[in-house]
């Protein structure tokens, strides 16, 4: 899983819709995660040709232990994910094994995590787009958000704000995956598995 050729970037894509009346959506959480990644990173969005905004840094310790990340969000609507993910894959030549996309995760319960590699999409649309064009085969961090109550419409759901309840762990929770993905880029699959999968 980790490469030792440190010449390519990671690319961490974090899953939402654009628009402030999209911010605090259950799908937006890839692109809390995204934001916090950027602040702990020091860096500033800033939008890119490739329809998507993005920050460029380092995590890890200081020296040759650190990785070079791109932490990005698209600017496209989350069933469009796909355009935007593909154009940062080329232009800053990423191998689908350095690509990491943050979402939401309806058959987990709230708050639990799950990495993995590969895999279908759920009817995901934001992975359906970038697995019609990357493949399958790269990570995902999966952030749980239950399913919607009673009869609840998914599409209602995912496009609705967490609860009240939810909003109380919320930071500590986007913060929880944050740290997921930083482990996933600087001690591999198996190892950020073991300590963060639910």
Known sequence: MQM???????????????GPEYAGNRHNVGFMVADLLAER??????AHKARAQVVEGR????????????????MSFMNLS????????????????RIVVVHDELDIDYGVLRLKVGGGDNGHNGLKSITKSLGPDYCRVRFGIGRPPGRMQVADFV??????????DLDYEVDRA???????????LERAQSTYNG
């Open 4 to 18: 030792t050729d440190g010449s390519s970037p990671w690319l961490i894509v974090g899953l939402g819709n654009p």
């Open 41 to 46: 990173m020091g860096g500033r969005f800033k």
């Open 59 to 74: 995590i890890g310790p200081p020296g040759p232990a650190s990785q070079r990340v791109v932490v990005a969000k698209p």
């Open 82 to 97: 796909g355009g935007p993910t593909t154009a940062l894959r080329d232009f800053y030549k990423v191998p689908v094994e």
């Open 159 to 168: 496009l609705k704000d967490f609860s009240s309840t939810e909003r109380k």
């Open 178 to 188: 944050a740290d997921a993905v930083e482990s996933l880029v600087l001690d591999g």
